[in-house]
């Protein structure tokens, strides 16, 4: 009845170009709040920010409650909440801290270590989200380089761009690939066929791009003897949440439907624990869903207006994946609205549309990897950047301007090599 009431009101004696134009503030406002970490005028954060754009979404007749309801992407949710479930249960069996142990340990001088951090961060964000491998890693790399003497920042630059390009790599790395699953129904195994090539060469182009411009800050020897894993013994754990996490991965290969099957192996370690996994599912990010959920209902709103179909009618012929040029443009497009709007509302606004640029599977695989790339332009240009710049916070800052010295040719580079390869490949 509330609900009905505000719509009645909100709609009374507008027309539809004043309505249009609510929606396209309303719009404005969430991602202002979205874009930028805290607005001093209105401190309440992304999640809150979503939030209240959905709300006046609905509150002023843009949509009404039930078109608000369908524009939240179920597969996308459940597949996320499962994911980050099934990272906590790594966490609480010490994956985290006896995987990057074990490989660190075994690296004597800091470019063996600063190359071994690039392919874990990046070979673990294929297959767990990128920003929790980043949550979990950031306090294993500060403590290893703490106790080495050696300086941070290389080292927390390497975590974080080396996630977001390995994330790339399949359809569970990140929340926008996440997205890009449900909408473009290509199957697991196929995406990682012709997107893992790419993000694989971006991983070792990006590690030697990390060689050459911190080798001179790297001491020639650790100032310590090889690290031994010192985390706590927690083999039975293990031994259960590994083979678990297995059936997963083989489930993805399989074809079966990704969320369902992480939620599978959820429910399988909810059973082995045998008790109340209240305290473990308090540990998910619940405020990322609900920004996720709220983000759908924001997006939904402003397509409603018809302003997203007359943008791409009136570009799209310049963007057609047939010319050099409108693959540049396309990839120009994407990287600046990934850091203007964010990944997420990009893949969002642009998925539909992806058919009338040419090959949509191709298109669907450009956008994942060049809107995930685009993350490493600047600090604030990924959520997992964010992740590392503060749980190291404390010990290290990690200024703007320090990351994009090297973010920004990092970003250009490897966003080169794997869209002209992409485009060979699947042209």
């Known amino acids: 009845m509330v609900h009905g009431q505000i719509r009645g009101q909100s709609r009374s004696g507008l027309t539809p170009f004043t309505m249009d134009t609510l929606t396209y503030l309303i719009f404005i406002l969430s991602y202002a709040l979205i874009a ?7 401190p309440i954060g992304r999640p809150a920010g979503a939030l209240l754009g959905a709300f006046l979404m609905v509150a002023v007749g843009t949509l009404t ?28 069996a010490w994956f985290f801290q006896w995987l990057a142990q074990i490989i660190l340990s075994a690296c004597r001088r ?15 964000s294929a297959f767990l989200v990128n920003d929790t491998v980043c949550i979990f890693l950031t306090p294993v790399v500060v403590s290893l380089c703490t106790r080495a003497g050696l300086p941070l920042g290389p080292f927390l630059i390497t975590l974080a761009t080396s996630a977001n390009i390995g994330s790339a790599a399949t359809l569970v790395g990140n929340p926008q690939n996440m997205i890009i699953a449900s909408l473009s129904h290509i199957p697991f195994a196929r995406f990682l066929t012709v997107a893992g ?34 985390v706590p013994k927690n083999s039975k754990r293990l031994e259960q949440v590994l083979p678990v996490m297995g059936g ?9 439907h990704l969320g369902y099957t992480a939620l ?26 609900i920004f996720f959920c709220c983000l759908f209902m924001v997006i939904a ?50 998925g539909p549309h992806l058919g009338e640029l040419g090959n949509s599977e191709m298109g669907w695989v450009l956008l994942a990897y060049i809107t995930t790339v685009a993350g490493n332009l600047t600090l604030i240009g990924s959520v997992a ?29 490897v966003l080169s090599v794997g869209v002209a390869l992409i485009y060979r490949v699947m042209s």
């Open 36 to 42: 930028s970490r805290r607005l001093s005028l209105l």
């Open 65 to 92: 409650p039930e078109e608000s309801y369908r524009a939240i992407d179920g597969n996308t949710i459940l597949l996320l909440f499962s994911t980050m479930a099934l990272t906590v249960y790594l966490e609480d």
């Open 110 to 124: 800091p470019v063996t270590l600063l190359w071994a951090v690039c392919l874990l961060s990046g070979s673990l």
């Open 197 to 230: 090539p790419p993000a694989l060469i971006g991983l070792l182009v990006n590690g030697a791009l990390l060689w050459l411009f911190f080798r001179k800050r790297l001491p020639a020897q650790m100032c310590m003897e090889p690290l031994g894993p010192s």
């Open 248 to 256: 997963v991965i083989a489930g993805f290969f399989a074809g079966f």
């Open 264 to 289: 599978a192996g959820v429910m399988v370690l909810v059973l082995l624990d045998r008790k109340d996994p209240r305290e473990t599912f308090a540990r998910i990010d619940w405020a990322l869903l």
């Open 301 to 350: 709103g402003l397509a409603k207006t018809g302003i997203v179909e007359r943008c791409w009618t009136a570009s799209a012929r310049y963007m057609s994946f047939s010319s050099h040029e409108g693959l540049s443009l396309f990839t120009l497009l994407m990287t600046v609205g990934s850091n203007l709007l964010s990944n997420v509302p990009m893949v969002l606004l642009t």
């Open 385 to 413: 950047n964010i992740i590392v710049a503060e749980r190291a916070r404390d010990q290290y800052t990690l200024g703007f301007f320090e990351y994009l010295r090297f973010g920004l040719p990092s970003t250009l580079i």
